[in-house]
């Protein structure tokens, strides 16, 4: 009896554990369900050659934003201008080359020189509205003098204002494309009513003998391509050795363009190793002068050797004993005495 009932026990569990094994069969055979887990996102490489990620469109600026936020192109080459970042009218300059054909006393590089100068504004923002050049037979002494009162009246106190010029010079005066004289003196005034930083850079002989007041002083800085005893290299067609070293290398091809200071220490450094008539600096800005903002990123190759470069000859044409004296609309005095006294000062 006994028998009989375990037996009818077993033969039920047997059936149920056949049940279980069955649905437990069917349970694995059926489709699992995917779970679904957020992808890591893909790391950003670091090769140019990758497109930006695009983003969403820009929310509109607080009131409180700055209404000039600098805006830069962004790309591989170095050599792409930057998008003005200065406003209006606020960094502005005067560019001045005179070429010289004359077989006796050539001048070849005096455009470059000049060009060279405008390209590099260009790169540090500079509106090109604000820039004017003038080459050859423009560069009268009449024109010089009407921009150097333009540049005056258009440059505001806390701005930049840039003087550059290449020509023959003649210790303290340049010739102009009439045949005329630009004199040191005359210069001094002008740039001396100027309360915002000056920048003058100068690539002529005897360049440094325009170091007078308005040109050197308080808030000014001025870098000559030779002392005021010395004579002027310049590179057949290329430019000046200041310009094609400090403007071209340091600035345009982005070997020390973060001011005028690291280019010029470039340059003098460059043609320290084969010349001994070096360019000088007369710096009376505090701090660094920092033209705008350098974005174009480092250079790609290794500089080229410097062509071998040439004298140019000063210009024959003794100077007067006396300069003319500008009237008083044009600065005369006064502006001489704002570079002693400094009060253009920021």
């Not at 009896?1 to 069969?25: D, K, N, Q, S, Y």
């Not at 325009?210 to 808030?219: K, Q, S, W």
Request: aromatic share 6%.
């Amino acid at each position: 009896m006994t028998r009989i009932r375990i037996a009818r026990l077993v033969v039920p569990a047997t059936a149920l554990v056949a049940g279980c094994a069955v649905i437990a069969a069917v349970a694995t055979s059926s489709p699992q369900r995917l779970e679904v887990r957020p992808q890591p996102r893909p790391t950003a490489s670091a090769s140019v050659s990758l497109p930006a990620p695009k983003r969403a469109p820009a929310r509109a600026a607080p009131a409180t934003a700055p209404r000039h936020r600098p805006t830069y192109v962004v790309d591989a080459s170095y050599l792409q201008p930057v998008v003005s970042t200065a406003r209006p009218g606020a960094h502005t300059a005067l560019i001045v080359g005179i070429n010289d054909n004359d077989p006796k006393n050539p001048l070849q590089g005096a455009d470059a020189d000049a060009t060279n100068m405008r390209a590099a504004l260009l790169k540090y923002g500079f509106h090109s509205s604000d820039i004017t050049i003038l080459l050859d037979g423009r560069a009268t002494r009449s024109r010089i003098l009407a921009e150097l009162r333009n540049l005056v009246a258009r440059t505001p106190s806390d701005g930049i204002a840039v003087f550059a010029a290449a020509s023959h010079g003649a210790g303290t005066s340049f010739r102009t494309a009439d045949g005329a004289r630009l004199y040191a003196g005359e210069l001094g005034s002008y740039l001396g009513r100027i309360r915002a930083p000056v920048w003058t850079s100068l690539a002529m002989c005897y360049a440094a003998g325009f170091a007078v007041p308005g040109v050197v002083g308080p808030n000014r800085i001025a870098t000559f391509s030779s002392a005021a005893n010395q004579l002027t290299y310049e590179i057949p067609g290329a430019g000046s050795e200041l310009f094609y070293t400090m403007v071209k290398q340091g600035m345009l091809d982005g070997y020390a363009p973060q001011s005028v200071e690291s280019a010029f220490r470039y340059a003098r450094s460059t043609l320290a190793k084969s010349y001994t008539n070096l360019p000088v600096i007369s710096d009376g800005v505090p701090g660094d002068l920092v033209l705008g903002p350098v974005t174009w990123g480092p250079p790609v190759a290794a500089p080229s050797p410097l062509p071998s470069p040439v004298p140019v000859a000063p210009d024959p044409t003794p100077d007067p004993v006396t300069e003319p004296t500008p009237p008083p609309s044009d600065g005369g005095l006064a502006g001489i005495l704002c570079g002693l006294l400094g009060c253009h000062r920021r």
